[in-house]
Every structure is written in structure tokens, then in C-alpha cells.
């Protein structure tokens, strides 16, 4: 019976368990250490792989028991575990599994089934004629002025965070929803909408199309659209996670739109008709090899230099000052200008900032924090912070401050750091942390920042922080989860678009969290992970399978004049 401890009587004291008992014992111990790694201080997405892991470890257990210990006949044996090991293939190559972003299973389909994406045809254009009728001297109303001057033109609006200073939101949806203006089918993809001259642009994949559709403000029907013919879709268990199409949000500038796809595609179009100007592959181009969950960094406009940044992220080997981490294209050309760094890039978006005397490119990379010089793309200075694009991967956008200091955060329990940046001699500069803890752990979001707190999504709590300090002031679980959604500072408001697909609004008060309405704009059942934008008061929400547009209520101007809403181009 294997090994037994004698009391000198040839009886064991502590008998060896017996095969027969080897699967209770067996998974008694798996549970015993799934118990633990659920109490230990990790985060739920380390939870939820160690609960993986724990069940494969058991099913691994289990096949080995089979071979050994049951049927009469080793060749019965074999039959056993090979018929065990062959149903295990099955569902790996007949199931696609979807998971939220904490890598629990949330849903499947058979492989053979089509994608929601492949079964939409290309978009329609609507008609024309409305357009045509235009400017034959009948009157502009003030909604038709609104549409035309609405604009949130980049990724987060174009600033470091995503702000909407000068709209006022009213707070009793009850007495004063918001208007559902239009809902459409979208193609897949995790792009935001980038809004501009009566147009919501975003990037969709359908198909083997990947397309940069223009959506009509006012109705949802298409204005144009330019496709491509390229389809992101990982293979495998982990890739999986981060499902099919483009990412990255276009930058609309000065009658242009800028667009970089999940396979490298850089197009730069015209935004009254989506005529293409340039196009370049940047994969090809700079032999870039493509991330395990795609190209997700918007184009940065420089608009005094002309320059289109894109974050490319050719490795440069043993030298990380060399290869093409950065590129600068010519805004009306394509052509290179520059090419800097040889990081191999994370997944956020280049960002512009003024610090220490110098404008500098903030972008995040495999295991640093790179700056560049904004006219020539040469490496300032790095900091190390962790992250793999392979597996812990850095999502969240570096945002410059005042005084030459800089504000980084991350999920998968690495939390913030705010660092000075300096210059130290003839052009050589530094960066070093003011405070580092593991607070406001980013995953997929990004954080606002308001009167000296910043807040964010800790995992999936609600949290705010001190900026000075880095300590934590407040946290808040809510039921619906938040999720790993998106919020963006409207005024005094924060607005958090949900992983599964609720809108809430709360106050941004350091004082503690206040919930004040909240809106379902998605079935529980679509994962929503794409930024949402407010022009003005139209509010344009998507995730992988709809798109909608909402009219906000507005607090009235003191003065009785109407909603309290200025338009601004926040534009680069």
C-alpha cells in the first residue's frame, strides 16, 4: 500500500492512501489550494487564471488515476484516457469561448458558426440627396447648428484624459432621460467613435473587411466608408481574450481622418467623402511584427510640425535607442519623416506633453516608459515598468502634468507611480518617482483627473486617489459591476460606460462615491469595452455588435439662454 510509519508493532500509524481514495483525496487538495489563492491579496484577474490552472491540474489528476488504477485491462486503460483526451481536443477545436476581462468564460459558440461580424453585409451609403439640397437658402436650425458643431475629434477627445469641460449634465434621468437617437449593427472591434462636421467616425471589422465606416450624426445612416482587406482574428485560448477587429480610434484633423488598424494599416482620409489619400502598411514597411492583441494606438497629430505618430514598435534587438518604436509620417504624403526607440510598443496611444523645457512623446512599451523628442524622435530618457504585451500587457495612456511630472497606471497588480521628469545635463533628462504604490490598477481603462484626484477603475472597483500623495481616499464596489468599462470626466460628473454595458453617472467628489443615474444602453450579455464620446450632447456608445447615439439632458444657462454646452476642438 506504499509507504507506511511503524509503531513498532508493524502496524502503520498513518496508513497510505489506497488508489481507489485517490480522487477524493486528490481533489480535496485542489480545493484546499483554490481556497487559498482566493483569500491571498492578488487581483481577480490572477485569480481567475490560478482557478483555470487549478481545474486543469484536476482534470490532469483525474486522467492519470484513469491510466493507472481503473479497467480490468491496460489495453481498456488506454481506451479510457484516450477516449477522455480525444473529447478535451474536441472542444478546443469546436468551441470558441468569450471571456470578460478577467478571463472567466461568459459565453460560447460551436467554430463552424459564423461571428456576429461575418454575418453583416458592408454598409450601405445613405442617399445623397439631402446633402445636395443644402445651402439653397432655407434657414439653419439650432439642433442642425449643434450636429455641425459637435466634436470630440481623437482618441479620448484628443486630451490627456477624457474630459468634456464646458457640457453640464442634468442628474434626474427620471424626469429627464436621455433620447436614444439612433441604434445600428456594427462590425466587431474595440474603436471609438471620433466625431466631427456631422460625422461619427469609428473603425469596424465585417468580415474580411477591415473598414473605417462615417456615420451621419443625426440619424446613424452611413455617409461613406473605406475598407481594407485584412481581418485580426488570434487564434488560441489566450489570444481569444482579446477577440476580432481593429482597435485604435481615428484622429479627425483639419478635413483629414487618420486611422491605424489591428494589422498595421495606416490610412489617411478625406472626412467629406472618405476618398483615400495615403495608405501605408506598417508591418510591411518596418517589418513590425504584429502584437498578440493587435495594433491598438491612435494616431498622434503634431499640427505645427505636420507630423502623424504612429506606434509602430519595431524592435531594435540589443540597441532599444534604434529601429522604428516611433515613426512620424508627413500628414499630407505618408512619407517618413522620422522613425525613433526600439522598444517593442504595449498597447496605449502616443501622447504629447511639455516637460522639463522640452515636447516630448510619452509611449508605453514592453517593460519602459519611453520619451521622445517631438521634432526628431530621439530616446530622452526611459523608466522601467513592467509589462509583457504577450501577457501582462500596458493598456493605459501615460498622461503628462504640470510641474514636469507624469502619471502612469496599470492593472495585473502593478498600480501607479508619479513620476518628475528632469533635465540633468546638455540634453540628457531623467524621470523619478514622486510615489509608486499599487493603487488605481488600470487594466483596460484609462483614468480623469479633477481638482488634484484622479479617478479610475482599481480592477473593477471605482477608486479615487490622491494625485500629491497617492493615497487612497475612497473605493466603491457596485452590483451591476463596473466591470473593466471606460469613464470619462463630463464637468463635475463622472460617466462610466460598464463592461456589460450600463451607463452610470456619479459625481467626482473626493468626498465619496455618488451614484446618480444610470441608463442600460447594451444586453448584459455584449461585453462592452470601447470608449464612449460626448459632442456637445450627443453621447456615441459602441461595443463589438451596436452602436447607439444619445441626445443628454442639460442643465439650463443661468441666464435661461439654453443647455450649458460650448464646443471646443480639442484636437493635438
Not at 45 to 59: E, N, P, T
Not at 270 to 279: F, P, Q, R, T, Y
Request: a negative charge.
Amino acid at each position: 500500500n506504499g509507504l507506511t510509519v511503524s509503531n513498532g508493532n508493524d502496524k502503520p500509524l498513518w496508513p497510505a492512501p489506497r488508489p481507489r481514495r485517490f480522487p477524493q483525496y486528490f481533489l480535496l487538495g485542489i480545493g484546499v489550494v483554490w481556497l487559498i489563492v482566493q483569500l491571498l491579496p492578488i487581483t481577480r484577474d490572477y485569480k481567475v487564471v490560478a482557478g483555470q490552472v487549478s481545474f486543469g491540474v484536476g482534470l490532469t489528476g483525474m486522467l492519470i488515476w484513469l491510466a493507472a488504477f481503473r479497467g480490468p485491462r491496460r489495453k481498456q486503460r488506454r481506451r479510457v484516457v484516450a477516449g477522455v483526451v480525444a473529447f478535451a481536443l474536441l472542444i478546443v477545436l469546436a468551441v470558441r469561448f468569450q471571456t470578460d476581462g478577467d478571463g472567466r468564460l461568459v459565453g460560447w459558440r460551436w467554430r463552424w458558426t459564423p461571428l456576429p461580424d461575418q454575418t453583416l453585409a458592408l454598409p450601405e451609403k445613405a442617399d445623397t440627396a439631402r446633402e445636395s439640397e443644402a445651402g439653397q437658402g432655407e434657414p439653419v436650425d439650432s439642433e442642425t447648428s449643434a450636429i455641425a458643431t459637435a466634436t470630440y475629434p481623437a482618441f479620448l477627445g484628443g486630451r490627456p484624459w477624457a474630459e468634456v469641460p464646458n457640457v453640464r449634465l442634468a442628474t434626474d434621468w427620471q424626469a429627464n432621460p436621455p433620447v436614444e437617437l439612433w441604434r445600428r449593427p456594427i462590425g466587431a472591434g474595440w474603436s471609438a467613435f471620433a466625431v466631427a462636421d456631422g460625422l461619427a467616425i469609428t473603425q469596424e471589422q465585417r468580415d474580411e473587411q477591415e473598414l473605417v465606416v462615417a456615420y451621419r450624426l443625426d440619424d446613424g445612416e452611413v455617409a461613406w466608408w473605406h475598407g481594407d482587406t485584412a481581418r485580426f482574428d488570434p487564434f488560441g485560448p489566450t489570444q481569444r481574450m482579446g477577440g476580432v477587429g481593429p482597435r485604435a480610434t481615428p484622429t479627425i484633423f483639419q478635413g483629414r481622418v487618420y486611422t491605424h488598424g489591428a494589422t498595421g494599416i495606416v490610412n489617411c482620409l478625406e472626412l467629406a467623402s472618405g476618398e483615400l489619400v495615403w495608405s501605408v502598411d506598417t508591418q510591411a514597411k518596418f517589418d513590425a511584427p504584429n502584437l498578440m492583441w493587435g495594433k491598438s494606438g491612435s494616431p498622434l497629430v503634431l499640427p505645427e510640425s505636420g507630423l502623424v505618430i504612429i506606434g509602430v514598435g519595431t524592435d531594435g534587438g540589443s540597441d532599444p535607442l534604434t529601429g522604428a518604436s516611433l515613426v512620424a509620417l508627413d500628414r499630407e504624403t505618408g512619407e517618413v519623416r522620422w522613425q525613433g526607440g526600439g522598444r517593442v510598443t504595449a498597447y496605449a496611444t502616443p501622447t504629447l506633453g511639455e516637460l522639463a523645457g522640452r515636447r516630448q512623446i510619452l509611449q508605453v512599451n514592453q517593460q519602459f516608459l519611453t520619451a521622445h523628442d517631438a521634432s526628431t524622435g530621439e530616446v530622452l530618457w526611459e523608466y522601467p515598468w513592467r509589462g509583457n504585451s504577450s501577457a501582462d500587457a500596458s493598456c493605459s495612456q501615460p498622461i503628462p502634468l504640470p510641474d514636469d511630472r507624469v502619471f502612469l497606471s496599470k492593472g495585473y497588480g502593478v498600480g501607479s507611480v508619479l513620476l518628475d521628469v528632469s533635465q540633468i545635463g546638455s540634453g540628457a533628462y531623467a524621470a523619478e518617482p514622486i510615489w509608486q504604490k499599487r493603487i488605481m490598477k488600470t487594466k483596460f481603462g484609462n483614468v480623469v483627473i479633477r481638482d488634484g484626484y484622479i479617478f479610475g477603475l482599481d480592477g473593477i472597483l471605482l477608486q479615487c486617489v490622491d494625485l500629491a500623495t497617492g493615497r487612497s481616499v475612497w473605493k466603491e464596489r457596485r452590483q451591476p459591476s463596473f466591470g473593466h468599462g471606460q469613464l470619462m470626466l463630463v464637468g463635475d460628473h463622472l460617466l462610466v460606460l460598464t463592461e456589460w454595458g450600463e451607463l452610470v453617472l456619479a459625481t467626482a467628489s473626493s468626498e465619496g462615491y455618488e451614484e446618480l443615474a444610470s441608463l442600460r444602453v447594451f444586453d448584459e450579455d455584449q461585453i462592452t469595452w470601447n470608449n464612449p464620446a460626448l459632442a456637445g450632447d450627443y453621447l456615441l456608445v459602441r461595443n463589438a455588435q451596436q452602436a447607439a447615439c444619445y441626445r443628454m439632458p442639460l442643465v439650463a444657462s443661468p441666464d435661461g439662454a439654453g443647455p450649458l454646452t460650448e464646443n471646443t476642438d480639442a484636437a493635438p
